[in-house]
């Protein structure tokens, strides 16, 4: 019997335009700590950096899972894209292998849910990990921008793929 590769921790970081949203997960379903850090201002990058360098730290994870931001992942901003690119280097330099999935993998590895937006896709993830339940924002109006939750929601959502690709 084939048995798949266990990590410890594994951190799960998601960047979006207000901040960053992270997941620390002791296994599959297993959330050991989560956040939402909003940034604003000219230093919006420095600051994410500053405190991503500081969850890093804190944790030691096994493993460090982000978005796909390169030019065959997925397209963002350009101050996502190099913070992207920085953290990569700040786990490099922790010795923590790095995994990066694009939204398409993502959307692909829950495609059998028949998850057809990021709303259900929330909702999919707060029926697995209860202590999420409360995270799943309102339904969103055609007018609203996205809830700073969501991200929360993105940062698992990458884990899990990482934990579904190390089970294959």
Same mark, same amino acid.
């Given at each position: 019997?084939?048995?798949?590769?266990? !990590? #410890?921790? +594994?951190?799960? /970081?998601?960047?979006?335009?207000?901040?960053?949203?992270?997941?620390?997960?002791?296994?599959?379903?297993?959330?050991?700590?989560?956040?939402?850090? %909003?940034?604003?201002?000219?230093?919006?990058?420095? @600051?994410?950096? *500053?405190? /991503? *360098?500081? /969850?890093?730290?804190?944790?030691?994870?096994?493993?460090?899972?982000?978005?796909?931001? *390169?030019?065959? @992942?997925?397209?963002?901003?350009?101050?996502?894209?190099?913070?992207?690119?920085?953290?990569?280097?700040? #786990?490099?330099?922790?010795?923590?292998?790095?995994? +990066?999935?694009?939204?398409?993998?993502?959307?692909? +590895?829950?495609?059998?849910?028949?998850?057809?937006?990021?709303?259900?896709?929330?909702?999919? /993830?707060?029926? !697995?990990?209860?202590?999420? %339940?409360?995270?799943?924002?309102?339904?969103?109006?055609?007018?609203?921008?996205?809830?700073?939750?969501?991200?929360?929601?993105?940062?698992?959502?990458?884990?899990?793929?990482?934990?579904?690709?190390?089970?294959?």
């Amino acid at each position: 019997m084939r048995r798949a590769a266990r !990590h #410890a921790l +594994a951190l799960s /970081i998601y960047l979006n335009t207000r901040g960053f949203a992270f997941v620390v997960f002791e296994g599959h379903f297993s959330p050991f700590d989560w956040g939402i850090r %909003e940034m604003r201002g000219p230093r919006k990058r420095k @600051g994410c950096l *500053t405190r /991503i *360098t500081q /969850i890093l730290d804190r944790y030691a994870p096994d493993v460090l899972v982000i978005q796909d931001t *390169t030019a065959q @992942g997925t397209q963002r901003a350009r101050w996502i894209t190099t913070l992207n690119a920085s953290i990569q280097v700040l #786990a490099k330099d922790r010795d923590v292998p790095v995994f +990066a999935y694009s939204r398409d993998q993502v959307r692909s +590895a829950f495609e059998r849910y028949e998850c057809p937006n990021k709303r259900s896709l929330a909702e999919l /993830i707060a029926k !697995h990990i209860p202590a999420f %339940e409360r995270y799943v924002p309102p339904p969103r109006k055609p007018w609203m921008s996205e809830d700073r939750r969501m991200g929360l929601f993105d940062a698992a959502a990458l884990a899990l793929v990482f934990f579904q690709s190390i089970d294959k």
